[in-house]
């Protein structure tokens, strides 16, 4: 294990069929860190976050989480060891509240199965008392503490990718794994999104941040992997990825602008 690397990709491959999503990826994520990753659409992202939260296995590689392989582990184990994440396509109980939801993400975390601590919502013990006031502080954190009992369905676009945001974060996670989280915002609620994402990683928590919004991107990262044809082009500092020619090339002049879902 390479010290203060908290996730460490080895030469990851991963195929569907005929196209190769992945090819030898291998970089490392520093622990405590906001760490981007970036490419065209369909350089294979999304495929890679996939493979650490266990949704998509690999090929070929391996894939350690502070020091332990964890690419043969089923999703909720991974999860179970500290990885929450959010989805490129939003995933939420749209008839359930907002606060439902992130209690609905809490139960990963342990004490009672999810149907049980929903039903015994109005008569709460201690614990559950504890665990709801978690889940309305990470409401509060994500902005939307006042839609706490409106369903998430009757959410405005960049509302939902805020709730999914808080319910990743009840799970208390060492690594936090956003899938363009702020897709869809509006430029305040970026702002918001920014002084969240960097207050978390002060108080330890690592991101793994897959964005389209290059400026958000270069002013957040500490560190940014440039993928192509699911293929590694480079890992460096911001300043270094914005002067590598091929990543002019392959990213930053080959596509238009796209931010939706
Ligand atoms: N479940 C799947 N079945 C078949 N092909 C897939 C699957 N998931 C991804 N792919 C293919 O793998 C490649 C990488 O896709 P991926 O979604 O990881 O790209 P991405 O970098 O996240 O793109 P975007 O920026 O558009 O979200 C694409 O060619 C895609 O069509
Ligand atoms: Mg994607």
């Known amino acids: 294990m390479i010290s203060g690397m908290l996730l ?3 030469k990851i491959s991963r195929s569907f069929g005929g196209v190769r999503a992945l090819s030898g990826v291998s970089f490392g ?4 860190t906001i760490h981007g990753l970036i490419g065209p659409n369909g350089s294979g992202k999304t495929t890679l976050m996939n493979v650490v ?3 998509s296995g690999a090929d070929a590689g391996r894939l350690l ?3 332990r392989p964890i690419h043969r582990l089923r999703p909720h184990r991974i999860a179970a060891l500290g990885v929450a994440r959010t989805f490129q396509n939003i995933r939420l109980f749209s008839g359930m509240s907002c606060l439902e939801n992130v209690i609905a993400g809490q139960h990963l975390m342990g004490a009672r199965p999810l149907f049980q601590r929903l039903f015994r919502l109005r008569s709460a013990n201690l614990a559950e008392m504890k665990s709801l006031a978690d889940a309305r502080a990470c409401l509060s954190k994500a902005g939307i503490a006042g839609r706490e009992s409106a369903p998430a369905g009757s959410l405005s676009y960049g509302e939902r990718r805020r ?16 899938d363009e989280p702020i897709a869809g915002m ?6 918001e999104m920014e002084s969240l994402f960097r207050s978390l990683v002060a108080s330890g928590v690592t991101i793994l941040l897959i964005e389209h919004n290059m400026p958000f991107v270069m002013r957040l990262c500490h560190s940014i992997t440039v993928l192509h044809f699911g293929e590694t082009v480079m890992t460096g500092t911001p300043g270094e990825v914005a002067e590598h020619p091929e990543v002019i090339e392959a990213y930053l002049g080959g596509k238009g602008e796209r931010n939706e879902g």
């Open 65 to 67: 989480f502070d020091g």
């Open 29 to 32: 994520v520093q622990a405590a």
């Open 186 to 191: 509006r430029l305040r609620e970026i702002e």
């Open 163 to 178: 709730l999914e945001i808080a319910r990743a974060m009840a799970l208390k996670p060492r690594l936090l794994l956003l």
């Open 8 to 10: 460490e990709f080895e």
């Open 53 to 55: 939260s266990g949704l």
